[in-house]
């Protein structure tokens, strides 16, 4: 069965860090672009980083710029998002997408959703104090 799956979510304090895992089975995840969204209650669906397969190339928005980091873990072929000084609005619910379409691709990543076509069913992240 071909699926992408997080995992690592949880409730934390304000300046803490959590630590997300983005998994696939029926795929090779590694060779193909990852990108990270979530989704706060009553708000859109925002595209927070992403991570290129063949150029390694990532993005990120604005709004988790300088706290959060997206690397890929070759020994167990997930991407893990690390995720750092967590504030309240960070609170959501994270969902973890890969592009299966662009395999081994050079081009630059997107934390835009519409090149992504398998989807999680996301994790949540709580910050509260």
């Known amino acids: 069965q071909v699926q992408v799956v997080e995992s690592g979510g949880g409730s934390v304090q304000p300046g803490g860090s959590l630590t997300l895992s983005c998994e696939a089975s029926?795929?090779?995840?590694?060779?193909?672009?990852v990108a990270w969204f979530r989704q706060a209650p009553g708000k859109e669906r925002e595209g927070i980083a992403c991570i290129g397969s063949a150029d390694g190339s990532t993005d990120y928005a604005d709004s988790v710029k300088g706290r959060f980091t997206v690397v890929r873990d070759y020994t167990t072929t997930t991407v893990v998002l690390q995720m750092n000084s967590l504030k309240a609005e960070d609170t959501g619910t994270y969902y973890c997408?890969?592009?299966?379409?662009?395999?081994?691709?050079?081009?630059?990543?997107?934390?835009?959703?519409?090149?992504?076509?398998?989807w999680g069913r996301g994790t949540q992240v709580t910050v509260s104090s």
């Open positions: 997408a890969a592009d299966t379409m662009s395999y081994w691709s050079r081009a630059q990543c997107t934390v835009l959703p519409d090149p992504y076509d398998y």
């Open positions: 029926g795929f090779p995840l590694d060779y193909y672009p």
